[in-house]
């Protein structure tokens, strides 16, 4: 039983990888061909492009020509030399064929060509479509091959008019587009161009060359001989076939795909042939592999099952336990020690914390690290006032400066409680204006572009005046500090407000905040400067004066780079409202 068991197991292992390989050859197949087809339809399009520029190239150069003096001298009485040789040189600049003058009968009088073998000069080509359109006062266009030289060619028409107005000659020009033919050819691509009765115009296999895809009626192999468009041609069918979809093809017993682009003037359709071979190749490939990896899972199955089989007959039952219980201490030791570890890991923040809250309470740092401020715009007037002489209103500056200092001692005692300072209604740009003239002199050392427009409605908040400002030079005391060894120094101050809050933003150039959080910049000693250069206490004295005003501080790199720090603080009538 079990032997027949394990049996129907194989048998349906094998179906399912027969399925699962079938599956992925039809999967594979269709996605590379898609990308076959992509890969034709660029090159399609790239090929088509090729042929419209080379057509649309010189369409309005027998336009130009057309209103030449020499020419219309020609067609008057002058003689043709000059003429010739001027056409000679515009057709060997331009790379064309030829170009040449024709009178209204259609006989050629002056040619590019004229003195070599094959010369236009004399012949009359009344019986082209492009002289008789060109004749009728339009703009004549035609391919077809050469009546005298025998060689194809894309021909372009305008109409000559004399001074009455009416047409007295027509001029040409003559475009060999077989040079597309080696370059399909050159590249290893099947490509034809057909024209509105489906004859086959160029084509990188020459055998297909003026051949018919569809059977032409008398009709059209009537207007064909009277044109002489393909002349000493059979026009015979091509031997090729399409499917109903248009999407594939078999041209001389070979399937290939087909795409087609039909965006060309005159009705001129591109056809595109290539080959499936690599798409076949590669979904084979595919589906082998699954077959080569459902071999390989099937030895290895069988090799770990052995090998559990003689495990098992080598274990005893005692060795299992033994390990089981030895697993099992081992996890409850492991989890053990992780838990002892988040313990202590918790104790060690907790401990550390209450050390940096005990020591800020001491207040003799902060007092060392906020009047820097103060002091040192002190020492800035009185530098400038050496400098410059003017000495009338220092005392006033300086006696300024000693009630800021004041202040901002009686602001360092919101660690321990709230301060008694009294709240008023404060307009934000009032503030943002003192500050600015209070870090003038590091603003001006440090060559920094600043960019602030006070807003036209008030920003009115509710809160003790000195504190704010406070706030706002620590943030941009901090601003001028981290663009210290920056090139491009600039400081934006932008002021707002809503329905609900009024905030300030202070952006600077900086080396931004990194992968710092504002929680951790605003714990009292902690600084992204370098020692000796700040104790970090300016952002935790920032955020307490703000949660003693109803307000928060928010932090965030710039989009550009450097730091945005934003000061929000409710509206008045909020915070009331709050209070109640």
Known sequence: MQHFREWGVLIVFVIAVALATFAT????????????????????????????????????????LSVDPFVLEALVSAPTDALNRRLAAFTEAAGLDAIF?????????????????????????SFRPYFQQALAGGHGTFYGIGATTGLPGYFIADPVRGPAGNVIGVVALKISLAPFEQSWRDAGEQVFLANRQDVVLLASDAGWRYSSLDPLSEEERARIADTRQFTGQALDMLDWSVDAENTRARIDGEERLHLVSDALPHGWRLHYLAPDDRAVTRASLASGSVVVLAVLALLIAQYQRGQRLGAALRRSEEEEKALRRANTALAREIEERRHAERCLEETREELDRASRLAALGQLSASVTHELGQPIAAMRNHLTAAEMTGRNGDLTGVIGGLVDRMEGITRQLKFFARSDGDAFEDIDLR???????????????????????????????????????????????????????????????????????????????????????????????????RASGQGMGLGLAISSGIL??????????????????????????????????
Not at 44 to 54: F, G, H, I, K
Not at 101 to 125: C, K
């Open 101 to 125: 003058l024709m009178q209204s009968d259609g006989e050629t009088i002056a040619a590019s060509n004229a003195g070599q073998p094959g010369s236009f000069l004399g012949e009359n080509y």
């Open 25 to 64: 050859w039809v999967v594979s197949h269709l996605y590379f061909i898609s990308e076959e087809i992509q890969r034709a339809e660029a090159r399609l399009s790239l090929y088509r492009s090729t042929v419209l520029a080379e057509v649309e190239r010189f369409e309005h150069l027998t336009l130009v």
């Open 430 to 528: 009032d503030c943002v204006a003192a500050v600015l003239d209070l870090m003038a002199p590091n603003i001006e050392a440090g060559d920094v572009q600043v960019t602030y427009e006070p807003p036209d409605q008030p920003p009115v908040i509710r809160g003790a005046r000195l504190r704010i400002e406070q706030v706002l030079t620590n943030l941009i005391r901090n601003a001028l500090d981290a663009m210290e060894d920056v090139e491009a120094q600039e400081l934006s101050i932008c002021l707002g407000q809503d329905d609900t809050a009024i905030w300030a933003e202070i952006a600077d150039t900086g080396h931004g905040l990194g992968d710092a959080t504002l929680t951790e910049l605003r714990e009292p000693f902690v600084t992204t």
């Open 547 to 580: 949660e003693d005003h109803g307000g928060r501080l928010e932090a965030r790199n710039g989009a550009g780079g450097g730091a945005v720090f934003r000061v929000i603080l409710p509206r008045p009538e909020i915070r009331e409202l709050a209070a109640q």
